[in-house]
């Protein structure tokens, strides 16, 4: 079974940036296009931004158009968001999720928490 | 963006009894390929969603056949035809159609 794991959230300043990685453990994801999905109490889930499986397309919601950047790492089995100019409302716990089918998200990583404030 | 709107938001239900959660898209959820990519999730408290069904219907392996999907076009349901203690959770459907991908607000299932 595949099992992907987050890691790079914490407490980070409005204004500040940060990186989250992940990764997958028992197989490759290259194959696949590979995505971040946030979720907090208020406005549920959220799709973040994708990315194909050779890492050209990238597509990202509005909400982080401009100030996120989702990148991956084939050699390394690894799968990036560098996020930047961070509001109060990115607070959220970011998952790393594969597009194992189209169109759908089959795994889903455990999550971690990102936390902006001052 | 797609809404997805769920109905209802909070479902008590008896254990052994059946339970049934509605999904309507704002637009229509058919891809330039034909399929329509309707999903639904399973969130137990203190985990990571869980996908049940994949392409309004198809059933996940390792999901208990008692989880069925149905519908077309911009109506979907989910329904669990009876109820154990353990699908208490938040179920979720969401619409992998057109970017951005997007969830309804979830359907909290409790026992009454």
């Known amino acids: 079974e595949v099992h992907l794991v987050e890691s790079g959230g914490g407490l980070v300043q409005p204004g500040g940036s940060l990186r989250l990685s992940c990764t997958a453990s028992e197989v490759t994801f290259s194959g696949y296009p590979m995505h971040w999905v946030r979720q907090t109490p208020g406005k549920g889930l959220e799709s973040v931004s994708a990315i194909s499986p050779d890492g050209g397309t990238t597509y990202y919601a509005n909400f982080v158009q401009g100030r996120f950047t989702i990148s991956r790492d084939n050699f390394k089995n690894f799968l990036y968001l560098q996020m930047g100019s961070l509001r109060g409302d990115d607070m959220a716990v970011y998952y790393c999720v594969r597009e194992g089918t189209p169109g759908s998200y089959d795994y889903w990583g455990q999550g971690t928490l990102v936390t902006v404030s001052s | 963006d797609v809404v997805m709107t769920q109905s209802p938001l909070s479902l008590p239900v008896t254990l052994g009894q059946p339970a049934s959660i509605s999904c309507r898209s704002s637009q229509s959820l058919v891809f330039s390929d034909g399929n329509i990519y309707l999903n639904w999730f399973q969130q137990r408290p203190g985990q990571s969603p869980r996908r049940l069904i994949y392409?309004?219907?198809n059933r996940d392996s390792g999901v208990p056949d008692r989880f069925s999907g149905s519908g077309s076009d911009t109506d979907f349901t989910l329904t669990i035809s009876r109820v154990e203690a353990e699908d208490v959770g938040v179920y979720y459907c969401?619409?992998?159609?057109?970017?951005?991908?997007?969830f309804g607000q979830g359907t909290k299932v409790e026992i009454k």
């Open positions: 969401m619409q992998g159609s057109q970017w951005p991908w997007t």
């Open positions: 392409k309004i219907f």
